[in-house]
């Protein structure tokens, strides 16, 4: 895509950090968590079948990239692709 733009500006991990922490906050952003961590602690791998492990793999690293980034951890990734 011509409008994604990797960035890897702390200015913008912020603002990109604070939207999260924003849009999970509250009683159902709770709920939300709990499903991601759900998520992220999944097993990837699915014997005999790449394509499941692959898609498996993806929720994990979505679930996971999304919970490091609403933590406060200094060592979560600064680049991230955001559509403008």
């Known amino acids: 895509m011509d409008d994604t733009k990797l960035f890897d500006r702390d200015d913008e991990f912020r603002k990109l950090r604070s939207a999260w922490r924003a849009?999970?906050?509250?009683?159902?952003?709770?709920?939300?968590?709990?499903?991601l961590r759900f998520y992220a602690q999944q097993q990837a791998h699915?014997?005999?079948?790449?394509?499941?492990?692959a898609f498996n793999d993806g929720m994990r690293t979505?679930?996971?990239?999304?919970?490091?980034?609403?933590e406060d951890k200094d060592n979560v990734s600064r680049k991230t692709k955001v559509v403008r």
């Open 46 to 53: 699915q014997p005999g079948d790449p394509y499941t492990t």
């Open 23 to 35: 849009a999970l906050a509250g009683s159902h952003g709770e709920v939300i968590i709990e499903d």
């Open 62 to 70: 979505i679930a996971t990239n999304i919970l490091n980034m609403i």
